[in-house]
């Protein structure tokens, strides 16, 4: 748990997260309203790297759950484990018969198994999904919700459900509500327009693309192999083709495997060759790689300038 | 404070971005416990708590400074680092002037400027109350420093500054004295727009007459003003999402189809071939569509809608094709499916393939043409929607086309933007081809055009 602001920055920077004021912010108010964080901005800027970090700041286990086209509730919260059932059945024949073998006629043996229901409807056959896990647990947990905007509508309703009261009901085994409010972040990728219903239950944070010297900042913390020399250079680059028009544009994950790929090349500098041959680290579309190589290795200009 | 978040809440409200009850109650939560102190915090978290869409973030940063700001950087006096006898000087070469440009020069020297309610005071003679667009707050202070004398201030202070050497003030004070003056003029303009700006906001949000997103669902589509038009299209983004779900539910609560035995099967083999788990072979649910539209000027927004509704919704369907006619009749499928479609540049493309004509539409000819060119579209399994109000301009209606549309098609839908009693007046052509309709829908307003949608999607 945080003290107050400047606890939740300290913390998360001791685990290497370099969070702004707005980040810091909105971290204290969900633990302090006991709201779901969303989360939303382009792919790969340290979203679910937050909930990570949060987890590890605060010693809370984290408690992933992925979402993706066609997720329904019996993934995303509890199963019953048929096969494990079938195997205790065949194993348990014999006291079966045992139980049963007085009975006199099929209506009495049925009710008399109907009496014994309870033993394959318990706990030791219940599978828990990340959902309930994250209720049942003993601990406070951390529960990332990641992609959100894969799901389909009816999950995200179902998960509004959750999410409003942190209980739910199984019909065999009655309500289990949650021993303690898990920190929820959702992150979303915008890909769709989620419902307003959900959006009203959270805390909104918009997470963009850093600037210049968050970036550095952050490639310094990751990657601290780099020289600051090298590191300069190639987040300017990054910034650059940032502003270029491609299909994909780089993101800090991206930059990291780059400035981690110069590490591995022991590069000194990022010339032309350097560029060329780590350049598909960056950027992931054949068409984007062209455009970016006319654009920084034609002219003058771009990265060239840093040549000794 | 708290009437305070209150009214700027209004304000984002009048400002079109959407604030429920519960994330009002949610800011003054969140304000309660991170304070006022820090200006920083207390932004981010009304943003966090009140704004859950980025492109609402620039209504949130405009209104921010205007309720909670300073109200513009104070002045400063320019008698402080004066001598006493300077200070005499400048009151007595003062003193000489009249009118309202002594009372700016006062405030512009003595760094005591006009209190907040004289600057309320002067906005409303400025006409502040006439404006709701904070496009317009330039226009009103531009006005207010008419109103206050600036158009003589260069001329006066060129006075002031020779009565002033003629007094016998130094050079240097005399310098000295204008940066202060000038430095307090830009503060004092900073102030008034400022003052005029939250005027503006709050001006917008007491007026109670705007229409806004459900309620304008139900205006006439022909009766709507562009900003209304454009507040519907953020109205359409909700009504797709809403209708989306919708579909998506029914699909999967409809009927499951047969037995699949071969999947049953394969399902099973990991509790040893019992069948525990049944599959059902899904029935295919999702409609196929054509739409033949009438992009006549008349049809523009009911035609706009339509097509923002279908092409928003297409993974809820499984095909569609549009048409779009006038006097001619061209497939324009390619101009909205792409997924970033821009509806407004689409339309400016059809309109450059079938410019304007006056009393152009000839829905016979254009029926022609479709049957001619493009028939293979229409399948058993097509749902056929015409949208247009069936004025035909007194060409050959061609009723026997719709006709055989309808029994080729699996059925025909007809969405018409007249009422019942306009048809078969003029030269609408309604009244011979309603019988040959499955349905015929009158969609006068949005929320009629989506029910139509709706309809459309259910298959039924």
Redesign the interface.
């Known amino acids: 748990m945080f003290k107050d ?1 400047g606890d939740v920055r300290e913390k998360l920077g001791r685990e290497d997260y370099i969070a702004s ?2 980040i810091s ?2 971290v ?2 969900a633990q ?2 006991n ?1 779901p964080i ?1 989360a ?1 901005g382009p792919a790969g800027v340290g979203k679910t790297e937050l909930a990570k970090t949060w987890a590890k700041a605060t010693g809370m286990p984290l408690i992933r759950l992925q979402c993706y086209e066609g997720l329904d509730e019996s993934k995303a919260l509890y199963e019953w484990e ?2 494990k059932q ?1 195997l205790y059945t065949q194993l348990l024949r014999d006291t079966l018969r045992n139980v049963l073998g007085e009975t006199q006629s099929l209506a009495e043996a049925a009710g008399r198994l109907a009496e014994e229901e309870d033993v394959f409807f318990s706990d030791n056959f219940l599978l828990p999904r990340p959902l309930l896990q994250a209720m049942m647990s003993d601990e406070p947990v951390v529960l990332l919700i990641d992609e959100i905007d894969r799901a ?3 999950f ?2 179902f998960l509004l459900e959750i999410l409003s009261d942190f209980q739910v009901t199984i019909p065999e085994l009655g309500t289990v509500k949650a021993k303690h409010q898990p920190m929820v972040l959702l992150t979303s990728n915008n890909t769709r ?1 989620l ?2 219903a959900l ?8 997470v963009d693309y850093p600037r210049l010297d968050e970036e550095l900042e952050i490639v310094r913390l990751k990657v601290p192999e780099l020289s600051s020399d090298m590191a300069k250079q190639a987040v300017a680059t990054v910034q650059q083709l940032r502003n270029m028009d491609l299909r994909k544009v780089p993101s800090i994950s991206e930059t990291l495997d780059w400035a981690r790929a110069l590490v591995a090349l022991n590069a000194d500098s990022i010339d032309e060759k350097t560029m060329r041959n780590t350049l598909t680290v960056l950027l992931k579309y054949e068409s984007d790689v062209t455009k970016a190589q006319r654009r920084l290795g034609g002219a003058d200009d771009g990265p060239y300038q840093y040549r000794r | 404070m708290d009437n305070r978040i209150v009214e700027f809440i209004r304000g984002l409200r009048a400002a079109g971005v959407r604030v429920s009850l519960a994330e009002s109650l949610d800011a003054l939560d969140a304000i309660g416990i991170m304070g006022i102190r820090d200006k920083g915090l207390f932004r981010a978290s009304l943003r966090a708590t009140l704004v859950k869409e980025r492109k609402d973030f620039q209504a949130f940063e405009e209104l921010f400074p205007l309720y909670f700001g300073s109200g513009g950087p104070p002045l400063q006096s320019a008698y402080g680092d004066m001598s006493e006898d300077e200070q005499k000087l400048l009151e007595a070469a003062l003193s000489g002037l009249s009118g309202r440009i002594q009372g700016l020069l006062d405030w512009l020297t003595s760094g005591e400027g006009p209190t907040k309610e004289e600057l309320e005071q002067m906005a409303k003679q400025a006409g502040v109350d006439w404006f709701d667009s904070p496009d317009q707050a330039r226009w009103v202070t531009r006005r207010m420093m008419q109103q206050m004398g600036f158009g003589q201030l260069e001329e006066k202070l060129a006075e002031l500054v020779e009565k002033l050497q003629a007094m016998g003030m130094s050079d240097e004070a005399i310098q000295k004295l204008l940066g202060v003056v000038e430095a307090n003029r830009e503060a004092l303009v900073e102030q008034m727009a400022q003052q005029v700006g939250l005027q503006i906001a709050q001006e917008r949000a007491r007026r109670p007459d705007d229409l806004h997103g459900s309620d304008l669902m139900h205006k006439p589509l022909d009766a709507l003003s562009e900003r209304e038009v454009d507040m519907l299209r953020d109205e359409v983004k909700r009504l797709v999402a809403q209708l989306r779900s919708r579909a998506a539910l029914r699909r999967r609560r409809g009927h499951k189809g047969k037995f699949d035995a071969r999947g049953t099967i394969r399902a099973n083999q990991r509790y040893g071939g019992v069948p525990i788990e049944l599959k059902m072979k899904k029935r295919k649910l999702k409609p196929s569509l054509v739409l033949i539209c009438d992009v006549s000027e008349s049809m523009r927004y009911v035609v706009e809608f339509m097509m923002t509704l279908t092409y928003q919704l297409q993974d809820q369907v499984s095909k569609a094709r549009s048409f779009a006619f006038y006097y001619d009749l061209v497939e324009i499928t390619s101009l909205f499916s792409r997924s970033e479609v821009d509806i407004d540049s689409a339309f400016s493309e059809v309109r450059k393939i079938l410019p304007y004509r006056p009393y152009g539409t000839d829905l016979g000819g254009s029926l022609e043409v479709f049957y001619d060119k493009h028939l293979s579209a229409v399948n058993h399994r097509t749902t056929v929607v015409m949208v247009g109000d069936g004025r035909n301009n007194y060409n050959p209606a061609r009723v026997d086309l719709v006709r055989d549309l309808q029994k080729r098609g699996r059925r025909l839908i007809w969405l018409t933007p007249e009422t019942h009693a306009h048809w078969g007046t003029g030269d609408s052509d309604m009244m011979t081809y309603a019988p040959v309709c499955d349905d015929v829908v009158v969609v006068r307003n949005l929320a009629q055009l989506a029910s139509a949608v709706d309809k459309l999607l259910a298959g039924d």
Do not use: P
């Open positions: 602001i004021e707005e912010t909105v204290y108010l302090s309203l709201k969303l939303e048929y096969a079938m389909d509508v009816e995200e309703a327009e419902s307003e959006k009203r239950r959270c805390l909104y944070l918009y």
